[in-house]
């Protein structure tokens, strides 16, 4: 990497770090308390001189909820437009199931999709870590969630929140197609 590489990402994490810390509304001092590095490293970081370590380097992506990466690279445009065709979908048992990923732009312990199911179609969901909640809004037909072997039936409009963690699966046992919005906000690893 040469020098001029160095230098871009340094100026990229001075504006980046700047940036989301003013978006968020915090002094220096309050960004420094909360990520728990000295101020002096903010105020550095800022000016472009700084020459984080790796573990502040987490410290701060974490107190500003954002990646590393996001730190590292050069400042997007606040809006964009996302065309359908270019979002992420997996499609499975020969169509009868299609997950659209709804967050084109990482998002540190947060996904969010759009589930497809035809009637008949059965999904099984991923357990995700400890103290991970999940959200599931129904926008268009019915769909069962059965949770650790309990069903529960949602209706169009309805969201069920439940606990992610535990053994679950999506059922299409109506006439129509079945749409849904599943919010997985996940727990950060060691919280428990």
Do not use: W
Not at 26 to 31: C, G, M, R, V
Not at 55 to 73: G, Y
Request: net charge neutral; aromatic share 4%; glycine share 8%.
């Amino acid at each position: 990497m040469s020098f001029s590489e160095f230098d871009s990402l340094s100026r990229n994490l001075a504006e980046r770090i700047l940036d989301l810390r003013m978006r968020r509304g915090l002094t220096q001092a309050e960004l420094a308390r909360i990520a728990d590095v000295p101020r002096s490293t903010i105020a550095n970081l800022e000016s472009g001189t700084g020459n984080p370590s790796l573990i502040n380097l987490a410290k701060i992506s974490s107190a500003l909820s954002t990646s590393i990466e996001m730190l590292l690279v050069p400042p997007v445009a606040l809006c964009k437009k996302i065309p359908a065709d270019s979002l992420k979908t997996i499609s499975r048992l020969g169509g009868e199931i299609t997950i659209t990923k709804l967050l084109p732009d990482p998002i540190p312990g947060m996904e969010i999709d759009k589930i497809e199911l035809n009637p008949g179609a059965k999904m099984r969901g991923v357990p995700h870590a400890a103290g991970t909640r999940e959200y599931l809004h129904c926008i268009q037909g019915e769909m069962m969630i059965i949770v650790s072997g309990e069903s529960y039936q949602i209706a169009r409009g309805d969201v069920f929140a439940f606990p992610g963690e535990m053994h679950h699966s999506y059922e299409n046992a109506g006439k129509g197609k079945a749409i849904g919005l599943s919010v997985v906000a996940i727990a950060p690893v060691g919280t428990n």
